[in-house]
């Protein structure tokens, strides 16, 4: 491909990526706002301890219904307004819904409500911030994957995770500078607002990239626009591949309208458990409640903002780019199965510095203690954990995803995928706050009970992942197809050998 081409098809990875940079940014940005949320929306309704638990875990939590409802649409809408349009109608979505959630008073109490009586204000337009997330979340990859030429497919698509996690590092640190210098007061009553509103940024960059893009190929074929994929595919591939594609793309979207199943079960039972194991190791656990376990461990409100920042942050970007680097020539399924390990060796020792009392609750320290700050081998558990995700299932699960499904139901499949990896996401993220607060368990285990269930998810993900995973290094979309085919006639999928 000479280089003018690369340059195109760089250009509309990283416009298609800005769905991961809102992604990543309302991911992280919760977790400036966890106990503002607390205190502004749970606190004054004097609940019980399980009643106020869960309540909290919902409102922090619930833009990850919306988002299973977006993946859920966003097969549909890839299919019959494309790519490109669903992109843009998520960044009009998350436009409106980050600027509704810092001030939902504004609009709601029109109605007569407001302080903690704006809280259903405040779950719809989260919620409607999760329906954009999840169409972008869906679309962005899928973008992406239809644009790449076999060779770099994989490092492409890691673009996606790299605008993750970019955005998530972004805002950790928007939210620390918002805090920079005032109490925990002004958490409470301004810079939980200013921080939500401040997603409204990235949300328009979406919308201006979007106005420039074409549709992908695959789906000008699908809607019989073949002159316009070839002239596309002449531009990505050269004139001397675009031909050869095209038949391809052709080929395979003949069937375009078979039942979701007619490949079998395996392919989207695959997908689906990839989603599932990315979110059960816990990974939106530690990035949605990263300054409330800093706390846990001793640190003060803005300390513990900026350690998220610095050493999640950080970590995260540095090494999901070990992944963009290491996708095409190691492969999917190595980096998977030992990031899984390196997981589970960082959360069962987290589980085991707080059950042990290595590392001590900030609420039940003294203030010298505090002042000594947070234990730092348990720092450098998270670290790690963060680490071992970020050059594996954080990627690497993306690029599956955009990769394993056959043309003729990629849309619904994907779409099925990721509303499953929002469920999932909801789930855990609703469950931790149940878990680490409660007194129960807090008593018998001081903190550790969930980051050893985490810990098992991701032993039971590398075992998943070595059985029945197949890997797709170097193969093209439609080759990838037929891996599906021969395991229905009695191949080993997860055997097959990738093609040079």
């Known amino acids: 491909m000479d280089k003018g081409n690369t ?115 405040f779950l719809a337009y989260r919620t409607l911030a999760g329906v954009a997330i999840g169409m972008a979340s869906m679309l962005a990859p899928m973008y992406i994957a239809e644009v790449a030429p076999p060779q770099t497919r994989g490092m492409l698509v890691t673009f996606q995770q790299i605008a993750i996690v970019v955005g998530i590092m972004l805002v950790y640190f928007v939210n620390a500078a918002i805090q920079a210098g005032h109490t925990r007061a002004y958490l409470m009553t301004t810079a939980w607002r200013h921080m939500l509103a401040s997603a409204a940024v990235p949300a328009t960059l979406l919308v201006i990239a979007m106005l420039f893009v074409p549709e992908t190929p695959r789906y000008l074929v699908l809607k019989d626009r073949d002159a316009q994929a070839l002239a596309l595919l002449k531009r990505l591939v050269g004139a001397e591949g675009a031909q050869r594609t095209l038949e391809e793309i052709k080929g395979t979207l003949v069937e375009h309208t078979r039942p979701l199943l007619s490949f079998g079960v395996l392919v989207l039972a695959v997908g689906i458990l990839l989603s599932v194991f990315q979110q059960v190791v816990g990974i939106n656990a530690v990035l949605y409640y990263a300054p409330h376990m800093f706390e846990n461990m001793g640190a003060s409100t803005n300390q513990a903002l900026w350690e998220t920042a610095i050493f999640d942050g950080v970590a995260m970007t540095l090494f999901t780019l070990v992944a963009t680097f290491t996708v095409d020539r190691l492969g999917r399924k190595p980096l998977l199965v030992s990031g899984a390990l ?114 098992a998810c991701s032993v039971l993900a590398a075992l998943f992942v070595m059985r029945f995973v197949p890997e797709t290094k170097g193969r093209s979309l439609e080759s990838i197809q037929e891996l599906w085919h021969a395991h229905r006639k009695g191949g080993a999928i997860a055997r097959a050998p990738a093609a040079e």
């Open 342 to 455: 390196v997981m589970a060796a960082a959360m069962i020792l987290l589980g085991c510095l707080f059950d042990l009392h290595f590392v001590s609750a900030a609420a039940g320290q003294t203030a010298a203690a505090a002042a000594r700050g947070p234990s730092y081998l348990a720092v450098a558990a998270v670290v790690l954990y963060i680490m071992g995700f970020s050059f594996s299932w954080g990627p690497v699960v993306w690029v599956m995803l955009a990769e394993i499904f056959p043309n003729a139901i990629r849309g619904k499949a994907l779409s099925i995928a990721v509303a499953a990896q929002w469920i999932m996401n909801f789930i855990v993220s609703l469950t931790f706050p149940m878990m680490d607060g409660s007194a129960y368990l807090n008593a018998r285990f001081n903190h550790g009970f969930a980051y050893w269930i985490y810990g």
């Open 7 to 121: 340059r195109l098809v760089v250009g509309l990875t990283a416009a298609a990526t800005l769905g991961g940079l809102l992604f990543g940014y309302d991911t992280a940005v919760i977790s400036g706002v966890t106990s503002a949320i607390t205190h502004n929306f749970v606190a004054p309704r004097h609940l019980t301890e399980a009643s106020a638990n869960f309540l909290s875990g919902l409102a922090i939590s619930i833009a990850l219904v919306g988002c299973a409802i977006g993946a859920g649409l966003a097969g549909p809408i890839s299919t019959r307004i494309g790519r490109k349009s669903g992109l843009l109608i998520a960044g009009i979505l998350f436009f409106f819904s980050s600027l509704g959630a810092g001030y939902p008073q504004f609009i709601w109490s029109l109605f007569g409500a407001s302080g903690y009586h704006a809280l259903p204000a």
